[in-house]
């Protein structure tokens, strides 16, 4: 926690830039959101808080029953929401319940998932990937049309335990060929980060890659420091804890919200200077709870005269 709280840069000001606000609210246009079906049970409508067909995905945390994860599938779409459930492989262990899985939301109308290796440091059964899920044909033969990934542009030491991206960057390159090969309609989604410029530099990355896909970048809502530190160490953010540090020395500001407005407005002045940046859809952790994070989307996603867009 030391190293955490030490002292850094300052954080950019952006007190001069209000001509970034139309670039933000574009950024913000089809915005996503997470929720775990015990969080989703708290919210007595989500139509009143958030954009009709905003997307939804709901996370499933090993030990998480399934009739649950249905349960809030079903509740969102009969809301008018777009649903995009989490399929962990390690979770789901075996390809004939992902069958079953993938037959169960698709009674429901749902065509969309998020393909994970999951939160489990072992495998169980025969599935340990989401190459391997895309590979079986099972979600294809289901219906499914869309198909969402992990993006890490900060690493992931379960992938490469030494450090760099090697294996990360391999798995991903094999991602963009089955998309090109099967037409599929994919996107990298990405840990929540609090800094824009390892986003920026891992999609040019990319591009010298040969990779294409559409980024959706994961940042946290609004939040309590003591809340996202504590996610962030648990979910091995990387190198943009920084901005936690800068903002922890300050101790004026410890009690205080932290929003991703800076994060969000650096990647919407990166957008506008280049708009060949795979940054595509801001996707919302709501750490701090749902409707704070509801709340921030629809401040900050107005253009003139008009509400927070949503598109598929």
Sequence with gaps: MAKILAFGRPRPDHSASAETGAPLAHLLEGFSLEVMPRTAAKIPSFAEILPAE???????IDGTPFEEMLATARRLRAEGFTVMPHIPARVVETKARLMEWAAAYADLGIDEALLLAGGVSHVRG????????????????????????????????????????????????????????????????????????????????LREAGVTLPIHVGVAGPAKLQTLIKFALACGVGPSLRVLQRRAADITKLMLPFTPEDVLRDLAA???????????????????????????????????GGAAAATA
């Design 126 to 205: 025969e599935l340990s990937n989401s190459m391997q899920m895309l590979e079986s044909g099972i979600l294809d033969r289901a219906g499914f049309r869309r198909l969402h990934v992990a993006g890490h542009p900060e690493g992931n030491r379960d992938i490469d335990p030494t450090g760099g991206e090697a294996a990360v960057m391999e798995a991903v390159r094999w991602k963009q060929a089955f998309a090109e090969r099967t037409g599929a309609e994919m996107a990298l989604v990405t840990q929540f980060v609090f800094e824009a410029q390892p986003v920026i530099d891992w999609a040019a990355r």
């Design 54 to 60: 905003t997307r939804i995905y709901i996370a499933h």
């Design 270 to 304: 990166a957008k506008a200077a280049d708009p060949a940046l795979q940054v595509e859809r801001v996707h919302f952790f709501p750490l701090g709870g749902i409707t704070g994070t509801a709340g921030f989307t629809d401040a900050h996603g107005r253009l003139a």
